[in-house]
């Protein structure tokens, strides 16, 4: 017995009909329809019934069962912009080094408060001497306050965990 297939067609008036086919093409032409319906499906876009898969042609923006606003998610946006976003692997990373980051500072704030707004005004073009001045040290003072508050924060081990090395700060330090 000779089995036919069928690949449901959209007409103009947003109908949909079922054209023979052969069995390669409906395998090839379905894998995709079956795979759109499933992520509409996963993402919960897609609310046609069970018994009514047979009129899914994977054109989701013209179907009635379509339901609501597309999610808004990394992989959505990735998929319609063409970027490649982070994997959560590297969000994740990213995130925990930033309250890494955040954690020695706040630390440093509380040491050396006056280390901290120095390295901001170096941030903003500033020489060490005239950060130094500004914040009313001078470069020799501000250099042991930066030099014994990374020894204090290397002794508590919070220097372990920074993603980046704080070799070249030490090496002003000293």
């Not at 690949?7 to 079922?18: A, E, G, Q, S, W």
């Not at 597309?70 to 994997?87: Q, R, T």
């Not at 990373?93 to 280390?115: F, H, K, N, W």
Request: charge should be negative; charged fraction near 30%; hydrophobic fraction near 35%.
């Amino acid at each position: 017995m000779d089995h036919q297939n069928y690949f449901p067609v959209r007409d103009k008036y947003n109908r949909v009909t079922l054209e023979p086919v052969s069995k390669a093409c409906y395998e090839e032409l379905m894998r995709e329809v079956w795979r759109t319906r499933s992520y509409m499906k996963y993402h919960r876009r897609c609310c046609q019934p069970r018994k009514l898969w047979w009129l899914c042609d994977g054109q989701c923006d013209l179907c009635r069962f379509c339901c609501g606003d597309p999610c808004l998610s990394l992989e959505l946006m990735e998929e319609e912009s063409g970027h490649d976003f982070p994997s959560c692997c590297d969000v994740e990373t990213a995130v925990t080094d930033q309250l890494v980051c955040a954690c020695v500072l706040r630390r440093l704030r509380e040491l050396a408060p006056d280390v901290v707004r120095a390295g901001e005004l170096r941030l903003q073009g500033c020489s060490l001497g005239d950060a130094a001045k500004q914040v009313g040290v001078s470069h020799q003072l501000l250099r042991y306050h930066m030099k014994r508050a990374l020894r204090i924060m290397r002794e508590e081990g919070l220097l372990e965990d920074l993603p980046f090395s704080l070799d070249h700060l030490l090496s002003h330090a000293a």
